[in-house]
């Protein structure tokens, strides 16, 4: 990578710690999913700062781990903001810096009902090399990975993704359903894809407690991802699906810790997946901003 | 190294946006904490309830720990906004207002679950039903803590 590159990365490196360690920290109440989304946002003004990780084994080549840092904003209310730098370590090939993401929710009805939907519009940039299967889409295939990182990186990727959330909580319960829609601008066939999940608290009332390991800091659940086809091509034959069981920890410090092992459903599929990552989420990071500007608080 | 430049363009994009809905939303007219001088619109909402919602009682009502478990949850998840002491924020509106505090609790309930999206206010549903009632209960609580300070003691 060029010395601008590291330089540019080990800035936003620091100061991401900076804002992890020295802004108040937010209670949060993540959501188990790695790949899913359910309706709900970020709170306004707030800002919380991710780090996952993805295992993966590879039949026929090398195993890989490939990681990404998620900077996810409040905007308002009913729109949340994202930013993904990605990247990834191929066992006995290298690492290497497979491209960014951003990424825009937006709430479309203003109370909640049965079944809340949410716009997801994500633009990405990266390269051939990416492996952070984020999602599942179009005729993605465990057999793309056996490429070199050397030669997978000579592929540029310009990307649209379109996603409709359709997100219900009912008895303590969250089912989600999302359906991709993905385009290479240079000339590539839509993509698409689906997501499924569903999770719950391990208990529904708070303890009247200040408590780490109380029932209700965990949230357990299941969620299942893959492709299905493209425009020519549309439907379960040459795809990639998983199954997944999820857990979130949500810390009263403001950390929330994630863990999902994930397991190919078919030959397409890669056998085993070991997600986990780490999240902080900062309140009042608008108005710090705010405040370094010069702005009223 | 086109792509950390163009990583670096964007995440510039996004201070600029966070800069903005920032300073967008502190140049609103800023709330302050007596209850008096929060526009009437703020607690209008609670009115906005429909009559199923406001009729709901709150089954944890005589829960002996709902009040001190709601406590922890707004000190968690409500201070940030509505202050430590609910006594209103930068952003939130004073939950110790006679407007909130003679509300029924089916429509603070309601706000919580469907928040004011519009107004900043977030969805809150991600808390499950028990602990929104939880907090519904420590919300009230607020009022009747200040009743009883406020009624004299009574004569030995």
Not at chain 1, 180 to 194: D, I, M, T, V
């Amino acid at each position: 990578m060029a010395p601008f590159g590291r330089l540019a990365l080990h800035g936003f490196f620091s100061f991401s710690l900076f804002l992890v360690f020295y802004l108040p920290p937010a209670l949060a109440q993540e959501s188990p999913y790695f790949v899913s989304y359910d309706h709900y946002l970020e709170e306004p003004g707030n800002l919380e700062i991710e780090y996952f990780s993805t295992f993966g084994t590879q039949r026929g080549g090398n195993n890989f781990h490939a990681y990404w840092a998620e900077f996810e904003y409040g905007a308002t209310a009913w729109w949340t903001t994202e930013f993904y730098l990605d990247g990834q370590t191929t066992f006995h090939d290298s690492t290497v810096f497979t491209g960014f993401r951003w990424e825009n929710r937006f709430r479309l009805l203003k109370h909640e009902h049965f079944i809340n939907p949410v716009l997801y519009l994500e633009y990405e940039k990266k390269n051939g090399a990416d492996k952070i299967l984020k999602e599942g889409e179009g005729h993605d295939v465990e057999s793309d990975f056996l490429v070199s990182n050397a030669e997978a990186q000579k592929e540029h990727l310009h990307e649209v993704e379109l996603k409709l959330i359709l997100s219900s909580t009912f008895k303590g319960w969250n089912f989600t359903e999302n359906t991709l829609a993905a385009k290479n601008l240079s000339n590539s066939p839509w993509e698409f894809g689906y997501a499924l999940g569903a999770g719950r608290p391990l208990a529904l009332k708070a303890s009247a407690k200040r408590c780490t390991f109380c029932p209700q800091n965990f949230i357990g659940g299941v969620e299942m991802y893959g492709g299905l086809g493209d425009r020519h091509n549309f439907g379960l034959h040459d795809t990639s699906h998983y199954l997944a069981p999820v857990l979130a920890w949500n810390l009263p410090s403001g950390w929330t810790l994630r863990v999902s092992p994930s397991f190919g459903l078919n030959d397409n599929s890669h056998q085993f997946l070991m997600r986990w990552g780490v999240a902080r989420e900062i309140s009042g990071f608008g108005s710090m901003v705010s405040r370094l500007l010069g702005g009223h608080q | 190294m086109k792509a950390v430049a163009a990583a670096l363009v964007v995440s510039a994009s996004f201070l600029a946006v966070a800069v903005v809905l920032a300073q967008t939303r502190s140049s609103d007219k800023p709330p302050v904490a007596a209850a008096s001088k929060y526009h009437p619109a703020v607690y209008a909402e609670l009115q906005k309830a429909p009559e199923k919602a406001r009729n709901r009682a709150n089954p944890l009502e005589s829960d002996p720990h709902a009040v001190a478990a709601g406590a922890i949850l707004f000190e968690q998840h409500c201070a940030e906004c509505h202050g430590e002491a609910a006594e209103g924020g930068k952003k939130g509106p004073n939950l110790r207002a006679a407007e909130v505090q003679g509300a029924a609790p089916g429509a603070i309930f309601w706000i919580l679950t469907n928040g004011v999206v519009r107004k900043g206010m977030p969805v809150w549903s991600k808390r499950t039903e028990p602990q929104r009632w939880q907090l519904v209960r420590y919300v009230k609580s607020i009022g009747e803590a200040a009743r009883a300070a406020e009624s004299p003691a009574p004569k030995p």
